[in-house]
């Protein structure tokens, strides 16, 4: 069963503690805290955690039986 929701994160505390090279790292173990050790990350959103603009971002959690992949929401 495939299960979809929106969910708002802001990364204005983990930017700022967080040297730019290490973001991903950061945000991917943030993420797999809130939903699960098995996450796929999308390539749009990849851009946006590495570039140094809003860091409000709006995901788009799809739960399958396998994995949670994880999408930048417009």
Known sequence: M???RI????LRKQMKLV??????AT???????KFG???KIDQKLNEK????KNPK???KIIRDDKFNK?????
């Open 2 to 4: 495939v299960e979809e």
């Open 7 to 10: 969910v708002k994160i802001n």
């Open 19 to 24: 040297p730019k090279w290490k973001r991903k």
């Open 27 to 33: 945000f991917t173990r943030l993420l797999r805290e």
């Open 37 to 39: 050790e098995k996450i």
């Open 49 to 52: 955690i590495w570039s140094d």
């Open 57 to 59: 971002i709006r995901l």
């Open 70 to 74: 994880v999408e930048l929401a417009e």
